[in-house]
């Protein structure tokens, strides 16, 4: 039976119950509260009435805590705890008066400890779970915004409140709690994860188990990232999996729509150093598939994701320089490449080139697009770098990139660009000889490779092939050192790409789109005049 309630009193002209002992009082303040001016006019006694219901509920949760025996008796203090979060939860919704007010009577505080006594309790009931959710909830709701209430949250609820809840079987549980944290965080209290990880730790696991809630990727993204201290006291510490959790959320960052800030760009050189030694150190992981091609190698996917990570930096240009300097990077990359590329031709494994054609996104290994991406990474550290450029010569990456240049489903060498495809070979072709004219060559039908010193040199009848590609229909055409006999009237390098754009003389647009395709058994042997009056207009970025 509900307790008596004392004749009603107004709030905000509607009637409420004045002493709010009861669960249909509580369920009817709750309920007032969804409207923003009965929030703004309530009366501070409202809240004290509210948190003694609280507190006398929770002597109820202390002692089942003790005497697991007393657990059944708790349905009736859980009704009235649930219900009281609720009101106080529904009073903080955009009202900073509340929150303060709230506050002030120390209410953070006795929610923090009840959530934890919670966790204590360890069984299964409905009610109890409702409860839990929403005691998170108004610690959510009253930090929101408001500065000094995250304050308090924090003196409360760091670090054990995290460490209960982020890794709680609960799915909506962790979500809240993710919610509080990325609330409460600030560059300041980032410095305590530091000296907590597992906290940091529980967030990338959270995320991993549940990447469809947005609040440990933004805990992540938004915090995490942003602190280098951080992630690199935390990577050593991550297991393999939660590193690629890591590493994907950072590709995101990379890749998404909004731009770098320059404070993002010093925050990433920070990270750049992190990955790029990672990367040196641990490359060779990948080589353990050859033996194991079956295994889901969890140590060779971080490895693989490293190298994901490289590639979209060097995209920036702002990154792009450091990682170009970066002692050992370029050696590594191609000391990898020509052992996967000669494995992969010796014996027939994850390695070797598959002339066989999948459905689009059809993916059968971890490994596949690995090759294609060392080439990408080669040719954006060649960009405008003489130094690395003369290093894939003396390291002889000349032979050995042409050499992987064959049609090979698992590794695409084809950026599907707007509005016609470009061929990566040929991207990295442009970076490799921008400005560097002793590094240009030829590629006879004998698989000789030739440098030539001049563009003027690079005159071969070698027999090659271009791509015709019109609309929907592809063919082969083979050309004996010429152009195919087509109405041509202009020929220009189209950007980002090394295809030739020909144009017709009657509508001067283009008609076709030649793409160029190498391999080790023959080259462009006639575009040697396009190389010569557009060279300067070689050089791309992989994006």
């Given at each position: 039976m509900a307790a008596p309630r004392m004749p009603p009193s107004r709030l905000s002209g509607i009637m409420v119950p004045a002493p709010i002992q009861d669960l249909e009082a509580l369920r009817a303040l709750t309920a007032l509260f969804k409207e923003q001016r009965n929030r703004e006019t309530a009366p501070r006694?409202?809240?004290?009435?509210?948190?003694?219901?609280?507190?006398?509920?929770?002597?109820?949760?202390?002692?089942?805590?003790?005497?697991?025996?007393?657990?059944?008796?708790?349905?009736?203090?859980?009704?009235?705890?649930?219900?009281?979060?609720?009101?106080?939860?529904?009073?903080?919704?955009?009202?900073?008066?509340?929150?303060?007010?709230?506050?002030?009577?120390?209410?953070?505080?006795?929610?923090?400890?009840?959530?934890?006594?919670f966790r204590e309790l360890r069984v299964e009931q409905d009610s109890l779970l409702t409860a839990f959710r929403c005691g998170l909830q108004f610690l959510g709701n009253i930090a929101s915004r408001n500065e000094d209430s995250q304050a308090i949250v924090w003196v409360h609820a760091f670090p054990e409140l995290f460490m209960s809840c982020l890794n709680h079987p609960d799915k909506k549980i962790v979500a809240y709690c993710s919610m509080i944290l990325f609330t409460s965080l600030n560059p300041e209290r980032m410095k305590d994860l530091e000296e907590n990880l597992n906290i940091a730790i529980n967030v990338i696991e959270a995320h991993q188990k549940h990447p469809e809630s947005e609040w440990p990727f933004l805990i992540i993204a938004d915090h995490f990232l942003k602190s280098p201290?951080?992630?690199?006291?935390?990577?050593?510490?991550?297991?393999?999996?939660?590193?690629?959790?890591?590493?994907?959320?950072?590709?995101?960052?990379?890749?998404?729509?909004?731009?770098?800030?320059?404070?993002?760009?010093?925050?990433?050189?920070?990270?750049?150093?992190?990955?790029?030694?990672?990367?040196?150190?641990?490359?060779?992981?990948?080589?353990?598939?050859?033996?194991?091609?079956?295994?889901?190698?969890?140590?060779?996917?971080?490895?693989?994701?490293?190298?994901?990570?490289?590639?979209?930096?060097?995209?920036?240009?702002?990154?792009?320089?450091?990682?170009?300097?970066?002692?050992?990077?370029?050696?590594?990359?191609?000391?990898?490449?020509?052992?996967?590329?000669?494995?992969?031709?010796?014996?027939?494994?994850?390695?070797?080139?598959?002339?066989?054609?999948?459905?689009?996104?059809?993916?059968?290994?971890?490994?596949?697009?690995?090759?294609?991406?060392?080439?990408?990474?080669?040719?954006?550290?060649?960009?405008?770098?003489?130094?690395?450029?003369?290093?894939?010569?003396?390291?002889?990456?000349?032979?050995?990139?042409?050499?992987?240049?064959?049609?090979?489903?698992?590794?695409?060498?084809?950026?599907?660009?707007?509005p016609q495809p470009a061929n990566l070979i040929s991207s990295w072709l442009k970076n490799f000889c921008l400005y560097i004219h002793r590094n240009l060559f030829i590629l006879s039908a004998d698989g000789?490779?030739?440098?030539?010193?001049?563009?003027?040199?690079?005159?071969?009848?070698?027999?090659?092939?271009?791509?015709?590609?019109?609309?929907?229909?592809?063919?082969?055409?083979?050309?004996?050192?010429?152009?195919?006999?087509?109405?041509?009237?202009?020929?220009?390098l189209i950007p980002r790409s090394l295809s030739i754009k020909i144009t017709t003389p009657a509508t001067r647009k283009p008609s076709v789109i030649c793409m160029l395709h190498l391999s080790p058994h023959c080259f462009i042997n006639p575009v040697s005049q396009v190389l010569s009056s557009h060279l300067s207009s070689l050089a791309v970025l992989w994006p």
């Open positions: 006694t409202i809240f004290q009435r509210v948190l003694d219901i609280l507190k006398k509920s929770t002597h109820a949760v202390e002692l089942a805590c003790r005497d697991s025996s007393q657990v059944e008796h708790l349905a009736s203090s859980l009704q009235l705890i649930t219900e009281c979060f609720r009101c106080l939860r529904n009073a903080c919704i955009e009202c900073s008066v509340n929150q303060n007010s709230i506050r002030n009577l120390d209410t953070i505080g006795v929610a923090v400890d009840l959530v934890l006594l201290e951080l992630v690199e006291a935390m990577y050593s510490k991550l297991s393999d999996q939660e590193r690629v959790t890591l590493l994907d959320i950072m590709i995101a960052r990379l890749v998404g729509d909004e731009q770098l800030t320059k404070d993002d760009i010093s925050i990433f050189l920070r990270h750049a150093e992190l990955i790029a030694n990672s990367f040196v150190d641990q490359c060779r992981n990948v080589l353990k598939l050859i033996s194991e091609p079956h295994t889901e190698d969890k140590e060779a996917l971080a490895t693989i994701r490293l190298l994901d990570v490289l590639c979209e930096m060097t995209s920036h240009t702002e990154l792009l320089g450091y990682l170009q300097v970066f002692p050992g990077l370029m050696e590594r990359v191609i000391d990898v490449l020509r052992v996967i590329h000669v494995v992969g031709k010796d014996t027939t494994n994850i390695f070797s080139p598959s002339d066989s054609l999948k459905a689009e996104g059809d993916i059968e290994h971890m490994t596949e697009g690995f090759k294609s991406h060392l080439i990408r990474l080669i040719g954006n550290l060649c960009y405008k770098n003489k130094e690395n450029q003369d290093k894939v010569n003396e390291l002889d990456g000349i032979p050995l990139i042409l050499d992987s240049s064959n049609i090979d489903d698992n590794n695409p060498c084809i950026l599907d660009y707007d000789h490779v030739g440098r030539s010193h001049s563009l003027t040199m690079m005159s071969s009848t070698t027999d090659f092939y271009i791509q015709l590609n019109k609309i929907s229909k592809t063919k082969m055409v083979p050309c004996n050192g010429r152009l195919p006999s087509l109405p041509l009237k202009s020929c220009s």
